[in-house]
């Protein structure tokens, strides 16, 4: 049963603490999603990767987040430093291009700064 | 304006019931179009892609899209208290890849 996994599932930190956290796409899916929800905001799209590489970070605030692909097993989103705003969901989902848009979601990370 | 609009709801509907939730998008040229459900607490889980004007079934649900009005609806037949939950449309606005663009949601309420 292939699906994405993030870890971790939560996550509660205080303000200025850096946060780390992991997607493993579904296995040949070659491009990634990061996403945060927020019941003020909805579904937010951060950033994605084709084939590891960044094409849109549009939606991310550049000073504190960062996101990454070390390889095509793992994704990485980053906050440093973690402010009370950033306390939301964060999901990751994964597709494959050239099998339609469909993205898969994984189960998220859910996130609370103090 | 928001590129996908939804009715944030809640949809209240009696059990059995047929539940219509409606989507309206602002790209002409968006040829891609999902309906996720959301549980609370959950993540989004597809129900139905559909990319051709017209109507697309799977079992209960029904998916229909009218690209020269710019809207998509799903509709969801004999509908179940275990069908409570939020529905996201989501969009691939023009030319955006893989990128989905998703409405705030509507959440259906199916009461017993």
């Known amino acids: 049963d292939a699906r994405v996994t993030q870890t971790p599932r939560h996550k509660v930190t205080e303000m200025g603490q850096e946060v780390t956290m992991r997607c493993q796409p579904i296995?040949?899916?070659?491009?990634v999603f990061w996403y945060r929800q927020t019941m003020m905001q909805g579904l937010e799209l951060l950033a994605y990767?084709?084939?590891?590489?960044?094409?849109?970070d549009s939606g991310m605030p550049k000073d504190r987040f960062s996101a990454e692909m070390p390889d095509a097993t793992l994704a990485t989103l980053k906050i440093q430093p973690s402010e009370p705003r950033d306390s939301a969901v964060y999901f990751c989902?994964?597709?494959?291009?050239?099998?339609?848009?469909?993205?898969?979601f994984g189960p998220g990370t859910r996130l609370l700064v103090l | 304006q928001k590129e996908v609009e939804q009715n944030s709801g809640p949809l209240s509907v009696p059990e059995g019931a047929i539940a219509s939730l409606n989507c309206t998008y602002s790209?002409?040229?968006?040829?891609?179009f999902f309906w996720y459900r959301q549980y609370s607490g959950k993540s989004p889980e597809l129900i139905m892609s559909?990319?051709?004007?017209g109507d697309k079934e799977d079992g209960r649900f029904t998916a229909q899209l009218n690209k020269a009005s710019q809207y998509v609806s799903l509709l969801i037949r004999d509908s179940q208290p275990s069908d409570s939950a939020t529905y996201l449309c989501?969009?691939?606005?023009?030319?955006?890849?893989?990128?989905?663009?998703f409405g705030g949601g509507t959440r259906l309420m199916v009461k017993p």
């Open positions: 989902a994964s597709a494959h291009r050239g099998r339609g848009e469909t993205q898969y």
């Open positions: 296995l040949g899916h070659n491009t």
């Open positions: 990767f084709r084939n590891r590489a960044p094409l849109d």
């Open positions: 790209d002409r040229v968006s040829q891609s």
């Open positions: 559909i990319y051709s004007n």
């Open positions: 989501a969009v691939n606005l023009g030319d955006a890849g893989n990128m989905l663009t």
